[in-house]
């Protein structure tokens, strides 16, 4: 297939970054695939900060790592606690910050994430972005809870200035069921207000 699901296309636009020996964040870890993704373009002397505010999350993401021989105590940092949280956990900026929200899978479709803390993480994620970095948020509208996240990002990242960001959204229009959406957001000058 030449159209990637949001997510692989996702992870294309990241891929063209430079990232070796950068710190980059995976804002919700789930089951660890955008963060082993991303300990792999940060490399050895890179860091990547991964949040999941379920223990099973950051455990499986552990064994994935380990699975995949990346070291754990070197450069990557799993962090029990919300996205909300990064700017506690992060100094300096940073050059990508992957979402993939919505549910873990496999896990309580109960705890998912919420709108007003992914507001709020994805103005910290704006403040941390160095000037050329990307965020990208991949929302799964097709679950309770998921449309109004997606229309929450939607309304924020429209509203950022164009002068300081560069705004995607990708989706598959003809396809049943809600298939999740893709944001990405590229800086491109530093931005006094949010």
Request: proline content about 3%; overall charge negative.
């Amino acid at each position: 297939m030449i159209l990637d699901r949001a997510v692989d296309f996702a992870h294309l636009l990241v891929s063209k970054l430079a990232l070796q020996g950068r710190q980059a964040v995976d804002a919700t870890a789930g089951n660890g695939h955008d963060t082993l993704f991303l300990a792999k373009q940060v490399g050895s002397k890179g860091k990547v900060f991964a949040f999941d505010i379920q223990e099973k999350a950051l455990q499986t993401t552990a064994e994935k790592l380990r699975a995949e021989k990346v070291s754990i105590s070197n450069n990557v940092e799993l962090i029990e606690s919300g996205h909300e949280n990064m700017d506690k956990y992060i100094e300096g900026e940073v050059e990508v910050i992957m979402f993939n929200l919505g549910y873990l899978p496999g896990g309580d479709r109960s705890i998912i994430t919420r709108p007003e803390t992914t507001l709020q993480a994805v103005k910290q994620a704006l403040s941390l972005l160095e000037v050329g970095g990307l965020i990208t948020l991949v929302c799964y509208p097709g679950h309770p809870g998921g449309e109004q996240e997606r229309d929450t990002v939607r309304e924020m990242v429209e509203g950022l200035s164009s002068k300081s960001f560069q705004v995607i959204h990708y989706e598959f229009i003809n396809q049943a069921n809600s298939p999740p959406e893709l944001f990405a957001v590229e800086k491109i000058s530093e931005c006094r207000e949010l």
